[in-house]
């Protein structure tokens, strides 16, 4: 969220033309004689005006970069990082580098005519909360940058003083030094060198320790940046990766475990955006730096076994969140699923002393065709670790695993899905947070529950109960007739459920609905001695009707 004002009151020896205040009462001011320097300014004098924000305003992190061909660094890291961040990223690029897993091949460095105008075209148009640099390769770069941001003031300035790849390459040359030490770094609100860099920027000095980390970052907060960052990723002989962040007061040690892995193609631009993003959202600056740390440190280890390339360094991999820890095992939904569903139940199970993970495998053993877990009573704990069993058992026989209304179980094992009742979580709130390819089940008693459930990007429903059932107390009985009239209603593939036995499912399958893809079952298989034997039973059962009443129950829907 940040608030503007324009301002012309002389304050203090400046003529201010520009004030800014963030929510976390950072403010600055550039003053009317073109300085360099964005002055501090006192808290009363950031008057509120304007709130920046509206509702459908989204966090916007403006990068002025590189291009890396190679994709972990540069421009590419700082759009991966803000979209898996959830922030806008819209792109300044200053040049264009060919870069691979062996080093950087060529760089070419735009005109500073395009760099001016692409500034220009993101900064008159769109709200942006906060800008991030990268590879900055001519002084005259610079000197755009700080008119950009006098015309068009924006909430902070996160600098990564870009100098040197890790390869060796020089992106930024010796000519820059000075204009990085006078006029950018003055204008950061944070600047983020790696050990190489701090060591170039004060002049050469020897940069071993971690005591010598805090030094730098106390001479480089000397010139101008109101915080540093020096990260040592590429510290020597330290075990941790451990970087000292320094505020001007206080010195913070942040500290993490070292990742053993060659895909750490840049970190540092990543470090860079995260930091850039969580400040649009709005987070101090220490958190800020801190969620990217663990951002960063959360990628490597996701990444670590990724081949790409045949370099010593390897790229980076910033989506984590979007990546399948089974991608290949993903159990995509199929109607025919429904056949025979096998719903567990922890007070059947205690009574005939099965435990969970055993009914599941001996369920499946008998034919069923997908399990649900349902475990109204279970501690939170320990349904975890069963589903997770489960989830191994099911996978194994290619089976999915749904689990009843706790979306957090099924996120925390990865099941493949969920089934929700009406008065559960509402079936659009659970895709949001499963994503598209779960599967999701929503109980219909009517057809506009079912009409509903397909608007809502359910992939199937569950109606019932078709008969009176002791499984669930208080439940409405819609009977055979009521199944009938939600099957013919519904878009979607249904799964009969409610009192459904040896004895009475020939009678629901002989509906003969296109719909109707098969039967729920708890009592009928999980309140029995030999769990395996009578889910034998019924899916023969079920095979013979189906078989029987022809091609209805296995047309697609
Ligand atoms: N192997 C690792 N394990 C854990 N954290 C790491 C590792 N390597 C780097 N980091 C962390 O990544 C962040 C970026 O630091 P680093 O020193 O690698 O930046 P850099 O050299 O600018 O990166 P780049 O390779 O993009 O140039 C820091 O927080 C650092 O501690
Ligand atoms: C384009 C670009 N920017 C930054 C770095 C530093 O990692 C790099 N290697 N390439
Ligand atoms: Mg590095």
């Known amino acids: 969220m940040a608030f503007f004002l324009s301002y012309s009151t002389p304050i203090a020896h400046h003529k201010i033309c520009t004030v800014f205040s963030s929510k976390q009462g950072s403010r600055h001011a550039v003053d009317q004689f073109g300085s360099l320097t964005l002055k501090a300014m006192p808290e009363e004098m950031a008057l509120i005006v304007t709130n920046g924000s509206s509702n459908n305003k989204i966090p916007h992190v403006l990068t002025m970069a590189g291009s890396d061909s190679g994709a972990g660094a540069g421009i590419q890291a700082d759009l991966k990082t803000c979209a898996a961040r959830g922030v806008f990223c819209s792109t300044v690029i200053t040049a264009v580098t060919a870069q691979n897993t062996l080093g950087v091949q060529d760089v070419s460095i735009l005109p500073e005519e395009s760099v001016a105008a692409q500034l220009k075209s993101v900064l008159s148009d769109m709200h942006v909360d906060v800008v991030k640099t990268g590879m900055l390769p001519s002084t005259a770069m610079v000197k755009i940058l700080h008119d950009s941001l006098k015309q068009f003031p924006v909430q902070a300035l996160v600098v990564d003083p870009v100098m040197v790849s890790t390869s060796g390459h020089v992106l930024a040359g010796s000519s820059i030094l000075d204009t990085f030490r006078q006029d950018l770094l003055p204008m950061a609100d944070i600047v983020t060198p790696n050990i190489k860099e701090a060591s170039v ?190 989830l191994e058992i099911c996978h194994a026989h290619n089976i999915p695993l749904l689990i009843n ?130 889910t034998r039973k019924l899916h023969d059962l079920l095979t013979e009707t189906v078989a029987n009443v022809g091609s209805a129950v296995t047309e697609e829907v």
């Open 201 to 390: 920027l004060l002049g050469g000095v020897q940069l071993e320790t971690v005591t010598d980390m805090r030094s730098a970052a106390k001479s480089l907060h000397d010139m101008g940046p109101r915080n540093v960052l020096v990260k040592g990723g590429d510290l020597p002989s330290s075990s941790d990766a451990v970087d000292i962040f320094f505020d001007g007061k206080d010195f913070y040690e942040l500290r993490s475990s070292r990742i053993q892995t060659r895909n750490t193609h840049g970190t540092g631009c990543t470090m860079a955006s995260c930091i850039a993003a969580e400040l649009a959202k709005g987070s101090s600056m220490l958190s800020a730096v801190k969620v990217a740390k663990r951002y960063v440190e959360t990628a490597l280890e996701y990444g670590k076994s990724i081949n790409i390339g045949n370099g010593p360094q390897g790229p980076l991999d910033h989506m984590f969140k979007l990546k399948r820890k089974n991608s290949s095992k993903l159990r995509l939904f199929e109607p025919s699923d429904l056949f025979l569903y096998a719903v567990t139940d922890s007070g059947m199970n205690k009574k005939w002393g099965h435990s969970i993970t055993d009914a599941v495998k001996a369920a499946i053993e008998g034919g069923a065709t997908i399990v649900q877990l349902r475990e109204k009573d279970a501690e939170t704990g320990e349904f975890l670790e069963a589903a997770k069993s489960c």
């Open 405 to 534: 209304d706790r979306v957090d179980i099924a996120l925390a094992c990865d099941a493949d899905g969920v089934h929700v009742g009406q008065s559960d979580m509402p079936v659009n709130t659970v895709r949001a947070l499963l994503g598209p390819e779960k599967i999701i089940g929503v109980s219909c008693k009517t057809p506009e529950h079912a009409l509903k459930a397909w608007a809502d990007g359910a992939d199937y429903i569950g109606s019932g109960g078709v008969f009176p059932t002791n499984t669930k107390a208080n439940n409405r009985t819609i009977g055979l007739d009521g199944l009938k009239t939600v099957c013919l209603a519904s878009k979607l593939p249904v799964v009969a459920i409610g009192g459904i036995n040896l004895s009475n499912a020939r009678s629901v399958m002989e509906l003969g609905v296109v719909t109707l893809k098969g039967v729920a079952v708890v009592s009928a298989l999980f309140d029995r001695e030999c769990v395996a034997v009578e």
